[in-house]
């Protein structure tokens, strides 16, 4: 079941992000996800506006692997650095449809 961790971060201070731009792909992969987003173009299409900086849209294959990618020892560092020079949410979501309506998705609970 692929899983999806959608990171809203509103940036306060931006010195972290270089180091967590060039390195944290490379931890999110050794944890068997991939990067499908990464921008700051972001535009709000209806309802009102997040103080978003930049959202990142990344797919694992299990929850866990998420978990797993989090606990990491070498994320730390950069999970902390960004926590300090930022606000962020992380929400992870499945590849389910909560109605049961389309074909190609699994009913979801």
């Not at 931890?27 to 900086?53: C, D, F, Q």
């Not at 994320?75 to 930022?86: E, H, K, L």
């Not at 590849?95 to 699994?106: C, E, K, N, Q």
């Amino acid at each position: 079941m692929t899983v999806y961790m959608i990171a809203d971060i509103k940036v306060t201070e931006p010195s972290w992000i270089p180091a967590y731009a060039a390195s944290v792909h490379e931890l999110v992969h050794k944890h068997g996800g991939k990067y499908l987003a990464r921008s700051g173009n972001v535009r709000t299409l209806e309802g009102k506006p997040l103080e978003t900086s930049l959202v990142a849209l990344l797919a694992f294959p299990t929850p866990g692997a998420v978990e797993a990618f989090l606990a990491d020892p070498g994320y730390a560092p950069f999970a902390v650095a960004r926590q300090q020079g930022s606000v962020s949410r992380f929400q992870l979501i499945d590849d389910t449809d909560l109605a049961g309506t389309i074909p190609y998705l699994r009913k979801g609970a």
